[in-house]
Structure formats: C-alpha cells, structure tokens
C-alpha cells in the first residue's frame, strides 16, 4: 500500500526499513555463496512402512550450514531462493549430495526430493535431473520428487507435462502438504500423481479430533480407489501411528520415526538388522 502512494514512499528510507533491506541483501549474497559453495546440505528423515515399521526410504530436507556449524531451516532461504533465482542451482546441487549418499543405501531404498513451483518453468528441469542421478550412480526408480499443491494452481498445464516427464522416466511423483492451501480434487484427477502426502495439520491431533479422522479416512479411501498410495506427515506419537494404520494409510513420517538428521545417521539406521520395533521405542 505504502507502496502504491508516492507521498509513502518516504517510508523505504526509516531506519528500520533501511536495516531490514540491507540484512535481506546480505542474506541473499550469503545464500549465493553458500549455494556456490556446496554448503546447502540434505537432511533425511525416514518414510516408514506403517504396516511393517519397514523403512522404505528418506525424503531429503535441504539445511544451510552456517559457518559456526549452526544449521539454518528451509523456510528460512527456501523462499530468498525462489525470490532470487536460486532455487534451481540449488536443487540440483541438493540432489547431486542426496543422490551420493542413497547410493550407499540398501538396494531399493527411496530417496524422495522436493520441488519448488518455480522449477515447472525449467524446460530442462527432468533432463539435468536424470544428468545429476546419472552422474551420482543412482538409478531414476530409486527417485521421488514432491510436488506442493501451491504449484499447481497457476500451472496446471505445466505441471502436467513435468509429471508425465518424470514419470516417463521411472521417477515417482508425489503431491505433498495435501489438504492445505490450494487444494482441489481436479489436481487429483487430471495430474496422475503416484502418492499423496497428506499434511502434518491434520495428523498432529488425530487420536483425539474427530474431524480429523473423518477426512484422513475419507483422502486416504478416495486416494486409494484413484490408484495412489497414501504418506501421512508428522507422525509424532505411538497413539497417532495406530490411528493412521487403522485408517490404512501406508506410510508414515515423523518424529515418532526419526527427525531429519545428517546422511551418515540415515546409512546407519538404514543397515540395522532390525527395522521396526527398536526403532520405534527409541525415539518415543
Ligand atoms: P515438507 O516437504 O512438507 O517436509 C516436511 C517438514 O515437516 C520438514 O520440515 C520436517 O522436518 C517436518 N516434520 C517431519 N515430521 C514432523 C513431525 O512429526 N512433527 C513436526 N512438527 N514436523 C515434522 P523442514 O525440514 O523444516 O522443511 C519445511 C519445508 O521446507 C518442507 O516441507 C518443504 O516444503 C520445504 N523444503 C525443504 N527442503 C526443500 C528443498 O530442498 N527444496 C524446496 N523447494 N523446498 C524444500
Ligand atoms: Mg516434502
Ligand atoms: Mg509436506
Ligand atoms: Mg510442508
């Protein structure tokens, strides 16, 4: 608003405006450089087989290492990337990491990656993706990418023509953080997606809300007869696991199974003998 009226725009030199603007310059200089630099890093958080406890692989998280070892969280950058033309240097170089390390995973281990809307605009977004697994020795089947609903909206033909690209390739496709923000159940048909995430707000309270069993039972039905498998996000409770294994989802996220930690603790885990149980009961 203050924008808009030229009488306003006095306001852009307060010297609390005039701090903010210079510490977002600096972040965004510091953001290139560590992106240059190799020092956006991926977390892994495990994808759990609710039926089994079996870990069926590790969605990447992205974590900006500081240079006092501090780790900076997504939503912190993620949205100074998209603002600045960065988002792309940075997934590929997230991945190139990512892929290294789920090499060294059990045979068949899934490593699933996020996208940002701005990249459906990058004519060679699957074909640098296939270049960087290809280089990394990680095959496309072992590769999921996690698409927001927010995406969707403004670029449905788009994101259709970049789902059915990646999947032409073997790599799955997922909609993530379902049942917020722009939902609509066109999405669901017209974009063949092979999973649903459906968001941690409705998982956070199901052993207790009813509302939110309601719908979780009624996406993760409608989800199934449409072919789709179901993750649930922000499993963080043995009571709220049961409630989402009684309503047949197939895979959990969360706490409950582990937070996103360094690659090497996602290696170790991975090649314990036993999956499920001890896993459970030592995070809970
Ligand atoms: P997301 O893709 O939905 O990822 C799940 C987020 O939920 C992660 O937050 C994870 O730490 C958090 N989470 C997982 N389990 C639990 C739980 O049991 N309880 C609670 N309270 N939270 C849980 P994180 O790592 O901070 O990432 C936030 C968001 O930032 C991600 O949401 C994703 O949308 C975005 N993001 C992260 N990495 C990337 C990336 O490399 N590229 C893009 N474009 N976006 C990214
Ligand atoms: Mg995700
Ligand atoms: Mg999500
Ligand atoms: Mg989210």
Redesign the pocket.
Known sequence: RAKASPGQSFCFFEPGMDRAVTERARTERELREAIAADAIEP?F?PLVELSTGRILGY????RWRQQDGAVK???EF?PIAEECGL?GD??FG?LAKAAREAREWDQGTILS????PLQFSDPWLVGRTLKVLNHAGLSPARLEV?I?ESALVSELETARAVIANFKRQGIKVSL??FGTGYSSLRHLSELHFDKL?ID?SFI?NIDTNLDSQTIVQAVTSMAHHLGLQVIV????TEASAQSVRDFGCDVG????YG??APGHAAKQENSDSEPSESKVERVA
């Open positions: 977390f958080q969605e990447a998280l992205a969280d997504p939503d993620i988002i940075l997934y997230l990656i996020n996208l940002s996690e927001t993530d953080d995430k941690r956070s996000e922000g499993v963080e996220q969360g706490f409950l937070r996103p």
